[in-house]
């Protein structure tokens, strides 16, 4: 990654934007970032992790400058892979109303060819900047800027301090204790689930196979049962519901027998409803009329007040126009006379006002003035006293670097001691650690020893209580397989035999029920042929004497009918019956003529002769009824005949009782055959499971006691070498202490340090001395320059007061000579009073604006008048027009109502309004005649339909309560076998799915157990960061043979970088043949040029998790300590750092490196009113 350009506004001391261009500022290769203390030069690097990760590397959350409420920042980079592609991603941050910040605005765009934005949401341009650079916000900034006081404190570190830096520094938290919290959480999570699954296999102690199979052989037989009695109630619901149809028709007819009753009884209100209907229809036609004429009467006597009403107020309204005429004459001779003498004077006012404005301002300004003239007099003196100070502050200083130069040269020590002490040193470390490893080598050995020991009694116990339970288990695996072979029999088995009783069960209640109806049926035939003789010979004997009735009737009708036409005879008449005019009546006998037509009674004859005819219809019913029912039970019988023959003869064979006895003895063998199975198969698998932990514990152990044999060959090795190692060391030590007569190298090595640190301090204190003198020489011109400015602007005050001053007089004499006879403006010092003459202004304005007013308000009076009295006058003449057209037109409607009153045969207007209807109550009373005629239609016709429906058919509520009982116990019975087989159904269900369950548990338990296994062999492997050290080791090896190259490089030669197997960092002085340096020994110009290579080389690693080479580093102070040659040497270093592709940046104060350095970019702290920092390009 190149950066091409970095802009920056409100971020820490920027305030006003300022742009950084890399290609000038890198195009030398090697470049520096100049500027004091807080003048903003690690913000230019917060600018560029700003804008690609929307955060900085400080985790700073206060970054917008105070004087600003937003910040943006955009950065142009350029990624140099296979293909060159260019980048502009820009940022705008806002603080928000409680003080945090949020960004506003996000943006990627490739510019490599066109503009194409990538993305424009904050998170997402972030996401998308890691994805082009290939490094998250803490690696880039741990390969862009290197911190050189972490390395140097790195050399130099040991023990747990050293190994947590490393852990920092190569990111391996993700290994150390966060993998271990990770393991942990996830060893606890999958035993809690292991828990969880134990507790959820317990509830599956119930499920198996066998009890599968039962259930299923249960669900069959109730599956047979409920078709049986389906079939059944098929019979039954054909008869209900032949029974049902002639029942509901028989409720039927008896319903609308009752409508026709109620009908018949409402025909005399229907009549009385036609008359309503008749005479509101003749009303509603009148009704109009009547209406018209008495709204004009109303209307009439309306008009005649509102004449009346109108004539007094058009008295009164001539008097108001009268007098608003007289008023409108006064105001507008005034308005026309003084209004144009108070304008001319109100100008003159206002004139005076603004030369008065004018005069306030110029007074202002001559205070200020005077003020300022004031105020740089003092200012003069500050800067002077100031002046005075800093003259004394050089003097002090010059004494003081003196002094600590003196104190400087004599702490200096002789280099051939530092590096024979320093290597004492390292001798007696090592010294000490390999006899510190001997002592714990010893005591590791027999711990191992007794461990082993220990291990080989558990596995032995383990084996033979292994070899108990496989003696048991086999055992019982025999029984096992011994109750399998004599078995009673198969579940199967007992299905069909079930299946076969309940067949057997079914047939002979078949037969039963069959055979049942067959009697029923013959019996009533016999009833049914009894009764149809019976009433054959009751029909002889009723037609018979119907006959015998019939005849006897026709003789005494005729009888009586001759005695009738005998009677009325008369002399001279003619004879109906044969016409003769003479009649002997004398020669017919008849006794006791006048009683005979009193004791023959025709009527009761002729209601005997209906009885006996209504007897022999009853009669002729009876006998159909009776030789349809004998046709119904012989086909009955015929059907029953041939079910019963459909059945077979081979049930009989068969008893139900043997097959029940059969079937129960089965069941029960098997219930207990299923118990000792079951009991058997746990005590089974309860051993299969002891032995396969008794197992996994042995292998376990035994794996432990080959691991503890290894070690112990391995300690054993480690422990022969120390020993010989550490008679050398023994040697060479004693050799070096005779040498340098030392005896503590530890103690003599921390004076020398003490010595080199106590150096170091009093180099820093002479060098900020020195740039405090530096400073101060700086101050002294910039106050020398200040006192300048003060002097300049001091005189120029003191001028315009002057003509401000003659200004004012000016202006005063003129607003005199304007406003001359208003005495009373100016004051006793010639001031002029601006209240009074606003004052002024104000009276004339009022007089104006009253007059303008009053005018206005007569004016509109008038008009307001003028218009009431139109409108009133005109009023007056529509309403008599009105009233003259009302008289006519109320005669017109009253010839009109008499006309129509007589045709509609109506005496008086009363007798109209009291037989007015609504049209509303018209329609309802002629729907509910129409609906009367309607329903008395419909419902003879419904009587006639029921009756033909019903063709001669009954059945009595005892036959429909019997036939509806039937029905409810057969369906009754199937939902009871339904729910029994929905039950068992739900049941098998149940146990298939758990069967399912079970075994997808008992898989899930087996990888369970697996990963357990997995996971204790990671967390041992984990235990004590024993990983975590291997890794950063083997990471600080790769480094250090790149940092030896870099290191030799920048050195020419003199010195390389090496680690040893404990991870400690040793110098290699090739100056002094390749002699071996602890790295306390350096001095601070070698401590600083092995840190460099030590960073370098770790920027080198870090960036190979980038997807693009990184062309820009910083090095970020470190400086500061180094004396004029020690500088000499790292600057002649850096400058054999860079090339095409890597472009060296370094960040200071230190005014001696800026004048090495080929490009720099100057920092100038913020400064009051002048918009922040601010950055500038040099070129030496």
């Not at 078949?510 to 016999?526: A, M």
Request: proline share 1%; charged share 40%.
């Amino acid at each position: 990654m190149r950066p091409i350009k970095l802009k920056i506004k409100g971020l820490n001391s920027f305030i006003e934007e300022q742009t950084i261009d890399f290609n000038k500022l890198t195009d030398r290769g090697f470049f520096g970032i100049f500027g004091p203390t807080g003048s903003g030069k690690s913000t230019i690097l917060d600018g560029i992790t700003l804008a690609l990760y929307g955060e900085i590397s400080r985790k700073s959350s206060n970054y917008i400058n105070t004087n600003c409420d937003r910040l943006n920042v955009s950065f142009e980079f350029q990624i140099s892979g296979t293909e060159v592609r260019r980048y502009v991603v820009s940022r705008e941050f806002k603080r928000g109303k409680e003080g945090n910040i949020k960004t506003t605005k996000a943006k990627i765009v490739d510019i490599t060819n066109t503009e194409e934005v990538l993305d424009d949401k904050s998170k997402a341009v972030t996401k998308k900047c890691e994805e082009i650079i290939g490094l998250g916000l803490d690696d880039f900034t741990r390969t862009v800027v290197l911190p050189q006081g972490k390395f140097s404190e790195f050399l130099k570190l040991e023990g747990k301090s050293r190994r947590e830096m490393l852990e920092r520094l190569f990111n391996l938290q993700k290994y150390g204790n966060n993998l271990s919290i990770k393991l942990a959480r996830e060893t606890n999570k999958e035993k809690v689930e292991n828990n969880v699954l134990i507790g959820q296999l317990k509830g599956f102690e119930d499920i198996s196979e066998d009890k599968f199979k039962d259930k299923n052989a249960e669900l069959e037989l109730a599956q047979i049962n409920l078709n049986n009695a389906s079939n059944e109630l098929k019979n039954i619901e054909k008869t209900y519901k032949d029974s049902q149809e002639v029942w509901d028709l028989q409720l039927e007819l008896s319903s609308y027998k009752e409508h026709e009753e109620k009908l018949n009884i409402k025909s005399k209100e229907i009549e009385d409803n036609k008359l309503k209907l008749k005479l509101g229809e003749c009303a509603l036609k009148v009704n109009p009329y009547i209406i018209s004429y008495e709204n004009i009467l109303k209307e009439s006597v309306e008009v005649q007040a509102q004449i009346k009403e109108l004539e007094e107020k058009f008295k009164i309204l001539k008097a108001q126009k009268e007098d608003a005429e007289k008023k409108l004459i006064v105001s507008r001779e005034r308005k026309d006379n003084e209004v144009p003498e108070l304008k001319i004077k109100e100008q003159k006012i206002n004139d005076g006002i603004e030369e008065k404005k004018y005069l306030d301002i110029l007074e202002c300004e001559i205070k200020d003035t005077e003020i300022k003239v004031i105020e740089l007099r003092a200012k003069y003196k500050k800067y002077k006293n100031i002046q005075d100070d800093i003259e004394q502050k050089i003097i002090l200083s010059k004494s003081k670097i003196k002094s600590l130069e003196e104190d400087f040269d004599k702490l200096k020590i002789d280099e051939n001691l530092k590096i024979k002490v320093q290597k004492g040193l390292i001798v007696s470390e090592k010294y000490n650690l390999l006899d510190k490893n001997i002592r714990i080598n010893k005591e590791k050995i027999t711990t191992i020893n007794n461990d082993i020991k220990n291990e080989k009694l558990q596995q032995k116990d383990l084996e033979k209580l292994f070899k108990e339970n496989s003696n048991l288990l086999d055992k019982d695996k025999n029984n096992l397989e011994e109750l399998i072979k004599n078995s009673p029999g198969k579940q199967e088995v007992l299905l069909v035999l079930q299946k076969e009783l309940s067949k057997c069960t079914d047939k002979w209640d078949k037969f039963k029920l069959y055979s049942d109806d067959v009697k029923k049926s013959q019996v009533l035939i016999e009833e049914f042929k009894e009764l149809l003789e019976k009433n054959s010979n009751e029909k002889i004997n009723v037609e018979s004497k119907l006959s015998s009735l019939k005849e006897k009737y026709k003789k005494i009708e005729l009888e009586n009918l001759a005695f009738k036409i005998r009677r009325d005879l008369k002399e001279g008449e003619a004879c109906p019956v044969c016409g003769s005019l003479e009649h002997h009546i004398k020669h017919i006998k008849n006794k006791n003529e006048d009683n005979f037509l009193k004791d023959i009674n025709l009527g009761e004859l002729e209601k005997e002769i209906s009885l006996n005819e209504n007897k022999a219809k009853e009669i002729d019913k009876e006998i159909t009824v009776g030789k349809t029912r004998i046709t119904s039970e012989k086909e009955k019988i015929k059907e029953k005949q041939s079910e019963l023959e459909s059945l077979g003869e081979d049930f009989k064979k068969s008893s139900v009782e043997d097959l029940k006895m059969n079937f129960n003895k089965l069941q029960k063998d098997l219930e207990d055959y299923k118990v000792k199975k079951e009991s058997l198969e746990d005590k089974v698998n309860k051993l299969k499971d002891e032995n396969h932990v008794l197992e996994n514990k042995v292998s376990k152990i035994s794996t432990i006691i080959k691991e503890k044999e290894t070690q112990l060959v391995l300690i054993n090795d480690e422990h022969k070498n120390n020993l010989g190692e550490f008679n050398k060391i023994s040697e060479d030590l004693t050799l070096i202490k005779e040498e340098t007569k030392v005896d503590d190298f530890k103690q003599k090595s921390d004076d020398i340090s003490d010595a080199d640190k106590k150096r170091d301090g009093l180099s820093n204190q002479i060098k900020e001395i020195r740039f405090e003198l530096e400073s101060l020489g700086k101050e002294k011109d910039k106050i020398q320059s200040e006192l300048n400015e003060v002097k300049e602007e001091g005189t120029e005050a003191s001028t315009s007061l002057k003509e401000k001053k003659k200004n004012r007089d000016e202006k005063i004499n003129l607003i005199r000579n304007k406003l001359l006879e208003e005495s009373d403006l100016f004051d006793a010092s010639n001031n002029i009073k601006k209240g009074k003459l606003i004052e002024l202004l104000h009276s004339v304005q009022k007089g104006i604006e009253s007059i303008e007013k009053q005018f206005k308000l007569d004016d509109e009076f008038k008009l307001l008048i003028d218009g009431k009295y139109q409108e009133c006058n005109e009023k007056v003449i529509s309403a008599i027009t009105k009233q003259n057209e009302l008289n006519k037109r109320s005669l017109l409607e009253k010839d009109n109502l008499n006309t129509i009153l007589k045709e509609e045969d109506f005496e008086s207007i009363e007798e109209v309004k009291k037989n007015i209807i609504s049209k509303k109550d018209i329609e309802e009373l002629k729907i509910e005649i129409e609906k009367y005629k309607e329903d008395l239609s419909k419902i003879k016709g419904a009587i006639e339909g029921s009756i033909k429906k019903l063709n001669n058919r009954e059945v009595t509520e005892e036959q429909w309560v019997k036939v509806q009982s039937n029905l409810e116990e057969k369906q009754s019975e199937i939902k009871i076998l339904n729910e029994a087989k929905i039950k068992l159904d739900e049941e098998l269900k149940f146990i298939s799915n758990k069967l399912k369950e079970l075994k997808d548990l008992v898989k899930k338990k087996e990888k369970l157990d697996h990963k357990l296994a997995l996971l204790d062999d990671l967390d041992k492997l984990f235990k004590g960061k024993k990983f975590v050290e291997f890794v950063a080791i083997t990471q600080l090896k790769y480094i250090s043979k790149q940092a030896s190259k870099k290191l030799k490089e920048i050195t020419n030669g003199n010195y390389g970088l090496e680690v040893d197997e404990n991870g400690k960092f040793i110098i290699r002085d090739y100056k002094n043949g390749g002699a071996e340096r602890d790295a306390s020994t350096l001095s601070g110009g070698e401590t600083f040029l092995t840190s460099l290579a030590l960073a370098l080389a770790l920027s080198s690693q870090i960036q190979l998790k980038g997807t693009a080479p990184l062309e820009l580093f910083f090095l970020d102070e470190g400086f500061g300590t180094l004396d004029d040659n020690l500088l000499e040497v790292v600057m002649n270093s850096l400058e054999k750092l860079h090339n095409d592709k890597l472009k060296v940046g370094i960040i200071s104060h230190v005014e001696a490196i800026k004048n090495r350095v080929p490009v720099k970019l100057i920092l100038t702290p913020a400064e009051s009113g002048e918009g922040g920092s601010k950055v500038r390009l040099e070129r030496s």
